[in-house]
């Protein structure tokens, strides 16, 4: 019998016949070699299904699987992952494209790393005729990665690669419709290390079919659903509106906020602080450094003036968590300690 391989690459694959060639050469042409690529194609109705069987007949590490009726993507995943032989499976997107050394990075990693379940890395955004667009990075290092959860996507499934074990035991969540990676990550997350390499992995394509566009109020939902989850197991009260406005805090730049969202931002991120403390649920001081840095840039993205802002960071106990972020913080802060120093300010 011949052995297993050491990676699976699962690839679901939905009416995806202009981009899974690319996806499926991608992987084809990795300088890694003992894989095999499992695609799962869930009932396509155009032809990806017949140009995935084109590469199979010639390249027998490809396998292809078909789904008699479309089963949406949690299903299809876990599918996929009780059929994979691999004992780490890496997962690919059917319209994005892996770079030629992503398997081998991420194998020697965790190969390194024992106790690390899982490892991701950058991707870089192409559009839908492959042209490169910006670079999406995501926080390295476990407990940046887990510290920053809470708060903002740590991940990007289309380049994480996991031990297999432990994705059947966390498995794909069938009411997560959409971000059903980004529910199991962060629950294994919450229990093992994970980590990505400040590496470009894949690229990431945006077209007009992607799944990502449209959907936003499910996915906004959703999002809301994986934090409340971590907050539960923080011990935070919170209501519909607090999970409302933390889900703001995604992107605290763009937040614009005015004088009452900073006020209950200070006094939030104070109590996830305080809570985290007693519960140590995520790695401090890394926790208490990223809500730091979100009160900092809520300040500075805020609609109040410079200096109102600047008064704002100042008078909360959280521009001591900011730490090393006032390097980069304005000057205006900068110039209102000096103020406060001399007495010239309030």
């Excluded at 379940?117 to 910006?134: F, K, L, N, P, T």
């Excluded at 614009?256 to 401090?284: K, V």
Aim: aromatic share 8%; hydrophobic share 40%; glycine share 6%.
């Amino acid at each position: 019998m011949t052995a297993p391989p050491r990676v699976t690459v699962l690839m679901p694959a939905h009416d995806r016949e202009a981009y899974v060639g690319q996806a499926v050469e991608s992987v084809l042409a990795q300088t890694f070699q003992n894989f095999e690529l499992l695609v799962v194609d869930d009932a396509s109705s155009d032809r990806t299904a017949e140009v995935v069987a084109a590469y199979a007949r010639s390249d027998p590490r490809l396998r292809l699987v078909r789904n008699e009726a479309n089963l949406g993507i949690p299903e299809t995943r876990s599918r996929g992952v009780k059929l994979a032989r691999g004992e780490l499976i890496a997962f690919l997107d059917d319209d994005d494209r892996a770079r030629p050394r992503r398997l081998a990075r991420q194998l020697a990693h965790l190969d390194r790393n024992p106790s690390c379940a899982a490892v991701g890395g950058w991707a870089r955004r192409m559009d839908a005729q492959g042209r490169a667009g910006a670079l999406i990075r995501r926080p390295t290092g476990p407990d940046r990665v887990r510290a920053r959860m809470l708060f903002a996507a740590s991940f990007k499934n289309t380049t994480m690669m996991a031990r297999r074990e432990l994705v059947l035991k966390y498995g794909f969540r069938s009411e997560f419709p959409l971000s059903q990676d980004s529910d199991l990550w962060t629950r294994m997350a919450l229990d093992h290390p994970v980590d990505n390499l400040p590496q470009v992995l894949c690229d990431y394509r945006v077209h007009a079919g992607s799944v990502r566009r449209g959907r936003g109020r499910l996915r906004r939902r959703l999002k809301r659903a994986i934090a409340a989850y971590q907050l539960e197991n923080l011990g935070v009260p919170f209501d519909a509106s607090d999970l409302r406005r933390h889900y703001r805090l995604r992107k605290p730049l763009r937040a614009r906020a005015g004088r009452e969202t900073l006020r209950w931002a200070s006094a939030w991120l104070a109590q996830l602080c305080e809570a985290n403390r007693q519960r140590r649920l995520y790695p401090e001081p890394a926790f208490g450094r990223t809500a730091g840095e979100i009160w900092w840039q809520l300040c500075w993205g805020s609609r109040l003036s410079r200096g109102e802002a600047a008064r704002f960071f100042l008078d909360s106990e959280l521009r001591a968590a900011a730490g090393a972020s006032l390097l980069r913080a304005p000057l205006l802060l900068r110039d209102e300690l000096r103020a406060r120093a001399s007495g010239g300010s309030r």
